[in-house]
């Protein structure tokens, strides 16, 4: 993907994210009764997070698909992994 575009794609999520967490501040701000605003925020994200998995045991897809010269797929495969446990943490 062109380094433009990949910006635009990053952009265009961003904005719906925000969008639909403003969403839910608005639906709740009428009437009495209602959650507040902050808790509706906090339920939110506290629901993201629970979506969040748990970390890949890279250890153990190293055992299951070994680093070899003839397996190329297997180090990326392990590199991979490991990326997506930095974005999890």
Same mark, same amino acid.
């Given at each position: 993907?062109?380094? *433009?575009?990949? !910006?635009?794609? #990053? !952009?265009? #999520?961003? @904005?719906?994210?925000?969008?639909?967490?403003?969403?839910? =501040?608005?639906? /709740?701000?009428?009437?009495?009764?209602?959650?507040?605003?902050?808790?509706?925020?906090?339920?939110?994200?506290?629901?993201? !997070? @629970? +979506?969040?998995?748990? #970390?890949?045991?890279?250890?153990?897809?190293?055992? #299951?698909?070994?680093? +070899?010269? @003839?397996? /190329? =797929? *297997?180090?990326?495969?392990?590199?991979?992994? /490991?990326?997506? *446990?930095?974005?999890?943490?």
């Amino acid at each position: 993907m062109h380094a *433009n575009a990949a !910006i635009t794609k #990053e !952009i265009n #999520e961003t @904005n719906e994210t925000l969008g639909a967490i403003l969403s839910t =501040m608005q639906a /709740s701000g009428g009437g009495g009764g209602g959650a507040d605003s902050d808790q509706v925020i906090i339920d939110l994200a506290n629901t993201i !997070i @629970n +979506d969040v998995p748990a #970390e890949f045991d890279v250890r153990a897809a190293e055992k #299951e698909y070994p680093v +070899d010269y @003839n397996q /190329s =797929m *297997n180090t990326v495969l392990t590199q991979e992994l /490991s990326r997506f *446990n930095g974005l999890i943490k």
